[in-house]
């Protein structure tokens, strides 16, 4: 094999400059893209870091110019888009950040459709959407239900996807609950179940039927994080809201009693699990550990 040589004595900056790009030329220019690409992940990596996500993104895209088959570009993309996106802020370039955040994060499981990280993102912008109580409410809950379901596929121990599933019956069911308190002419506190529909009505009827399985799922879901993590609070608390809110269903003041009565020693231990928490980390800094 023939060794070639090449010098470079003499040249200046300029011209060692237009070398190295002849020499990239040379070797290979899918090699030299790919040289190129790295390095603005990296730039775009440091401008993450320090939270310049309009100024990452642009590296991210230089990145993916370079190198469209560079997945992890595009990954972190998706996510600096996701970043600018503020939920509840109703503005053509806010909304254009999830817009683009969306779609980069499909582009990324067209090529991998088993990647978690892109996967928990779409079931989190659509859950996140869907949480402001916009106009695409219901779509997006029923779109963050889906992707929370595949989240547990490609992870079964996920416990924040079975939390988030257990949230979102509770999201849909608390704004009619609370209207039909209102049409029934109670109280929003009053504590008894919902009023029999009268003759002819069947308001209560309807909402049993509508969400009674979707609550009871929710806290089988619950239960499911809980499994995971057996101190998960957030868990505990919504636990407690879905058994108090299903409580509003039920059919006898002794069976709302009971369900209610349940319902506190899961908010009491939410509040003990939140509380032991505390005490442990402020114990860990005072002794100068890392806490999470």
Known sequence: ?????????????????LFGAVL??????????????????????????????????????????????????RLYLATAYEQQWVPGTDTDQNNKFWTAAMEEFNNVLKDDPKNLLATQ???????????TKGPTMADDMAKAEEWNKKVIALDPKNKQAY??????????????????????????????PLKPDAKGKTLKADLKAKYWQPLTDGIEYEKKALEIDPQYEDAMSYMNLLIRYR????????????????????MNKALETTKAKAAKKAEAAAQGAPTE
């Open 1 to 17: 094999m023939m060794l070639l040589k090449i010098r470079t004595n003499g040249l200046k900056p300029a011209g060692i400059a």
């Open 24 to 73: 990239c030329v040379a070797l290979t220019t899918a090699g030299c893209d790919k040289l190129k690409a790295r390095d603005h992940l990296n730039q775009g990596v440091n401008a993450f870091k320090t939270g310049a996500y309009s100024q990452a993104a642009d590296e991210f895209r230089l990145a993916i110019d370079a190198d469209p088959t560079f997945s992890v570009a």
């Open 121 to 131: 993102s779409v079931a989190s912008l659509y859950f996140n959407r869907g949480n």
């Open 163 to 192: 939390y988030t599933l257990g949230v979102i019956p509770w999201l849909n069911f608390v704004t009619a609950d609370r209207e039909a308190r209102n049409a029934l002419g109670m109280r929003p506190d009053e504590q008894a």
């Open 247 to 266: 409580a509003d269903l039920e059919d006898t003041k002794d069976q709302y009693t009971a369900d209610t009565k349940e319902a506190d020693v899961w």
